[in-house]
């Protein structure tokens, strides 16, 4: 991110495309662009990008970029596709950009080669800028793709996916069931398969998962509303059956309910969102989901990282949740446009919540000694999950360790939680930073630094295994992990949470 002009903030560029301005200079004409006039615009003042096929003038959105002009022009007059879905594909483009549509790349024919056939099919044009879909093939991946079948009672209808992996669990299975529509989503590595179908007849809304994890089957069980015999299990619809990469799967949204809504410090709010009965979903530890809301008739979309309601200060037993329930802790800023409207939201209203990102792995814990969680402010998030887990299942540990870094005292997260848990558990300890205290503070001040990471991050023993986790403001990453590299630790010994 960099600083943005004054008036150039999202909630500005919304209102500009809200003005009736002409913004893509065609007076509301939408053309065939092809590769050639693409690639002519390719300066700040003239600037087209085409991402998944459509070209945007993205000129006048250039100074409300939040990366900056410089990484927008990275993809000046070429396809940005890639470049954008690497660093934030959660963005709603088609929704921001909607005022600066160009139109679409031109189909431009390829060669059939000869020995097949001299006609062109349908799959063998390419359009034009588009990058090429990316179909997965070859024998030995055909055997690791999940297949499904179904079987049907009187009353009951259900769908078995066979997913061919032996160590799968609930956090790997999504299923969702609105009116007849039903997606079933089977993570596997950076894999999804998908089972996406229009039902036959209507089902009750609740429904039922059950994961056979050392075989990996998954049964999805529903409830038929009228007991009659179904003649198929349902109209495929768009990516049903389909294995590919999981960034490639658009980013599903379904409607959940606030529940509650409590206060932790005097800006940041613990609100409690309640899925869909029908709808299986466990957000796995280190990963977030995307909030979308529509704010002056834009869809906005925001990451925020699940957290547990409590910490909780006995760790004999895994915590056992009921999965239908996701708790989010949010700062609220007082200029921000996406917290603002959140914070309107009442008890009992619907947000549309996104499954679950994220690159951390908790095979990256499970066999550590060491493990310090290096928070600033809400980069605090995540840390939650991973030290309740860490604590839980992972059995080596020796030491965790939180530096916790904040503004002042009435800025941090739990503190009492976090105390009385540095008690009860002795391998836990909690360490604040403050950047701005009141001269009553008797702890720690200062900023990251390499003098303050020397002095608390340090090995239980010598050659101990050890992970450093890291999340906060971009600046705050960046540089610690910058002064741990220094300090000698290694790529693999460190994790950043990012978008
Ligand atoms: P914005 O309107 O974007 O602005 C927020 C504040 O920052 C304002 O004061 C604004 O003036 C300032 N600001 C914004 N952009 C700039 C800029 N370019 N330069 C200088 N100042 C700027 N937040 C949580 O509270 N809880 C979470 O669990 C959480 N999880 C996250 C997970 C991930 C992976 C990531 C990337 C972020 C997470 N965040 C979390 C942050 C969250 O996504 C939003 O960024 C945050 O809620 C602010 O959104 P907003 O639209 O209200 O604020
Ligand atoms: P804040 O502004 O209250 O700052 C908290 C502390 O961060 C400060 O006391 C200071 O020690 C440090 N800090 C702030 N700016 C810094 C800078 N420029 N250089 C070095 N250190 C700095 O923090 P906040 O408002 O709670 O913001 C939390 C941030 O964490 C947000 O940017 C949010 O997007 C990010 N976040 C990221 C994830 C993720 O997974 N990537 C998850 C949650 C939050």
Request: hydrophobic share 35%; charged share 25%; with cysteine.
């Amino acid at each position: 991110q960099v600083p943005l002009k004054p008036g150039r903030s999202l909630m500005d560029w919304i209102r500009l495309t809200k003005s009736g301005k002409d913004l893509t200079g065609l007076k509301g004409r939408l053309i065939e662009v092809t590769e050639d006039e693409l690639a002519k615009h390719n300066k700040k003042e003239d600037c087209w990008i085409c991402i998944r096929g459509f070209v945007y003038n993205v000129t006048p959105y250039m100074e409300y970029h939040p990366g900056g002009e410089d990484e927008l022009m990275k993809a000046a007059g070429t396809d940005g596709t890639d470049l954008f879905d690497q660093v934030h594909r959660w963005v709603n483009y088609e929704s921001m950009l909607k005022e600066c549509l160009v139109g679409r790349m031109a189909v431009k024919p390829i060669a059939a080669p000869k020995e097949i056939s001299s006609t062109l099919s349908e799959e063998k044009k390419q359009l034009n800028g588009i990058l090429p879909e990316k179909k997965v093939v070859g024998a030995s991946f055909k055997d690791l793709t999940p297949s499904y079948d179904w079987f049907q009672t009187d009353s009951l209808i259900t769908l078995v996916i066979y997913t061919k992996q032996k160590d799968m669990n609930a956090e790997l299975v999504i299923v969702d069931c609105e009116d007849k529509r039903l997606r079933g989503e089977i993570i596997v590595g950076d894999h999804s398969y998908l089972v996406e179908v229009d039902l036959d007849h209507a089902v009750q809304e609740d429904m039922a998962v059950h994961i056979a994890e050392k075989v990996g089957k998954v049964e999805i069980i529903l409830k038929k509303k009228d007991n009659v015999h179904w003649k198929m299990l349902g109209q495929p619809l768009e990516s049903h059956n389909t294995f590919i990469k999981r960034t490639d799967r658009g980013l599903f949204y379904r409607k959940c309910k606030l529940v509650s809504k409590t206060e932790v410090t005097h800006d940041t709010k613990l609100l409690c969102l309640m899925l869909p009965k029908s709808t299986h979903l466990h957000v796995p530890t280190g990963q977030h989901v995307y909030l979308k809301q529509i704010i002056a008739g834009t869809e906005v979309v925001k990451p925020y990282t699940p957290v547990l309601p409590f910490l909780p200060l006995d760790f004999k037993e895994p915590l056992s949740h009921d999965g239908a329930h996701i708790y989010l802790m949010i700062k609220i800023y007082s200029c921000g446009l996406f917290t603002q409207a959140l914070d309107h939201l009442q008890i009992g209203d619907y947000i549309s919540v996104s499954n679950p990102e994220g690159n951390f792995k908790k095979s990256q814990v499970q066999t550590l000694e060491d493990l310090f969680l290096l928070a600033a402010g809400t980069g605090f998030t995540p840390m939650v999950k991973l030290l309740n887990f860490a604590l839980t299942e992972v059995s080596c540990l020796r030491k965790v360790k939180l530096i916790f870094f904040n503004k002042t005292e009435d800025d941090i997260l739990w503190r009492n939680q976090l105390e009385q848990l540095a008690l009860k558990d002795e391998r836990f300890d909690v360490q604040f930073i403050l950047s701005q205290p009141t001269k009553d503070w008797v702890g720690k001040q200062g900023k990251i630094s390499s003098s303050l990471l020397s002095e608390f991050v340090k090995r239980s023993r010598k050659d101990s295994k050890v992970l450093i986790c890291i999340c906060g403001p971009t600046p705050f990453t960046e540089q610690g992990v910058q002064y741990l590299k220094d300090l000698g630790y290694s790529q693999e010994e460190i994790h950043a949470f990012t978008a």
